[in-house]
C-alpha cells in the first residue's frame, strides 16, 4: 500500500505562556524588554501562548501588541482565557485559540501518619494502611496482605502480599526480617516469589523502585 | 466456670476429632469435669470414637432447638464417670448451630463443668466458626505439611477476628498448636515439616506432637480413645498434651526417630536376608 501523504497524530508539546496583566502596552514593552534583557537566547524565536485573563474585559489594541511581540522575535501561537471579542479579533490574524489542560495539581507531600499492628497478621487477612506508614510487629503469613499507601516495615518474616505506596508514592520501600513473599510492590511496580528470589534468599531486605524497577537493597546488620 | 477449648484446624482430616476424643478423655481422666461436643453437623463420627454411637438418643440440635433437654442429650462415658459427650445431628443441615442456641446450651454446661472441649468441622463454614465463636482455649491442630499449616494460619486469623473474645474486645483466646500425625522419618526426608518449621511459621505455643502411629485406626476402630492406650506412643503423646493444658511441664517425645526401632528393622531385614 502506498505511503500517505498526511498523518495525524495527536502530540502534547510545552509551551511557555506570557500572561498579560495590563492594557497598557507601552508598560507591557517595558516590562518585556527588562525580562528579554535578563535570558536573550531562550526567548529568541520562542513559540508562545498569549493568557490574557486579566485583560478580558479591558480594550486593548489587539494588533499593536501582536505587533510588539514579533517586533521582539517572539513568536504567538495562540492565545487562551480570552474574551469572545479577542477570539473574533485573533481568528482574523489567523491565531489560534487554545485551552490549557488541567494544570497538574503541585505534588504535595501529604501528611502521613503511622499505622503499627502488633500480632501476626494472618491467611486470609488484609491490613491497609491507608495515607500511612505501617509498622508491623510479628510476621505476614501465607495468604495475608497488607497494604499502605506510605512504606512498610515489617519485623518478622513477609510470607505473604505487601504492597507499599498504594497510592502511587514510588519512593515507599518494603522491609522486613526475611523476604520470602509471595508478591512484593511498590507503587504499581510488582514482583512474585520466583522473581524476588533471583534477588534474596529469604534475607533482611529493603525492597524498592529504583527508576522503574524494583530492587533489593540488604541493609546493615 | 467452664473453659471453653475448641479442638480446630481449617483443613480437614488432620485428627481434630481423634484429638477431642483424647484430649476430653484425658482431662477426665485428670479428674476434670468434661464434656465434648461434636460440631460437625451432618458427618458425626464423635461418638464413633468415644464408642457410644449406639447410645444416641437425642443430640447437640435437638437441645439447641428445645426438642430435648441436656439430661436427654448428653451421653455418660462408660470408661469414665467425669466424662459426658453431647453428640452431632446426622440428619439436621449446618445452619442449626445458631450463635444464641450455641451461647445459651454452652452456657448451660458451663455450670455444671469443668471443661467444655469443641470438635470443630473442617472448613470455615457456620459449623467451624460456631465451634471456635465461644472459646477460651483454641488448640489449633496441625499435619507437618504446607497446606495444614495455611490453613491452620487462617484459622488463627479468624480466632483473633471473629471469636466472641475479639468482638467483645476481651483477653485474645489462648491459641495451642498440637502438630498430629508427625513422622519423624519422613521429616527426615523432607516429605514433612519439622516441629520448628510449623512453630516458626505459626508463631504460637506447642501443646504437643502426637506422632503418626497405627494405634489411633486401632483405638478407633474399636471406640476407645486412644489416651485409654498407654503401651502407645500416640496415647503417650495425648496424656502429655493433657498435663501440659493443665499447666505441667512435660519434655516433648517422639519427635526423632526412635533408634530401638529402627534397629529392630534393621536386624529383621538382615534375619530375611540371610
Ligand atoms: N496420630 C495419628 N496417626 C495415624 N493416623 C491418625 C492420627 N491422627 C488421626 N489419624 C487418622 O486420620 C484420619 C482423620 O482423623 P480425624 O477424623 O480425627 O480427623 P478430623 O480432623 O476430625 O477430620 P474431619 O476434618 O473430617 O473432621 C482418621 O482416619 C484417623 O484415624
Ligand atoms: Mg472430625
Known sequence: MAKQNLELKATSFTLSVLHINHHDLDLVAAELDNKLAQ?????LGAPLVLNLSAIQHTQIDFYALKQLLTDRNLIIVGITDASKEQIEQAKEMAIAV????KQAPKAELPKRATKIVKQNVRSGQQIYAQNADLIIFGAVGNGAEVIADGSIHIYGALRGKAMAGAAGD??????????EAELVSIAGQYWLTEHLQQYTLNQRGCVRLDGESLTVESLPQ | MAQIIVVTSGKGGVGKTTSSAAIATGLALKGKKTVVIDFDIGLRNLDLIMGCERRVVY???NVINGEANLNQALIKDKRCDKLFILPASQTRDKDALTKEGVGRVLDDLAKDFDYIVC?????????????????????????????????????????QSRSRRAEQSL?????????????PARVKTGEMLGVEDVKEILAIELLGVIPESQSVLKASNSGVPVIIDQESDAGLAYSDTVARLLGEDVPVRFITEEKRDSLKGYLVANYVDT
Do not use: C, H, W
Not at chain 2, 491442630?141 to 480466632?159: H, K, W
Not at chain 2, 483477653?171 to 513422622?183: F, N, W
Open chain 1, 39 to 43: 535570558a536573550p537566547q531562550f526567548f
Open chain 2, 59 to 61: 443430640d447437640f440440635v
Open chain 1, 98 to 101: 487554545v485551552k490549557s489542560g
Open chain 1, 170 to 179: 514510588n519512593q515507599s520501600v518494603i522491609i522486613a526480617n526475611s523476604l
Open chain 2, 171 to 183: 483477653e485474645p483466646i489462648k491459641e495451642y498448636l498440637l502438630l498430629t500425625r508427625y513422622s
Open chain 2, 119 to 159: 470438635d470443630s468441622p473442617a472448613g470455615i463454614e457456620q459449623g467451624a466458626m460456631m465451634a471456635l465463636y465461644f472459646a477460651d482455649i483454641a488448640i489449633v491442630t496441625t499435619n507437618p505439611e504446607v497446606s495444614s499449616v495455611r490453613d491452620s494460619d487462617r484459622i488463627l486469623g479468624m480466632l
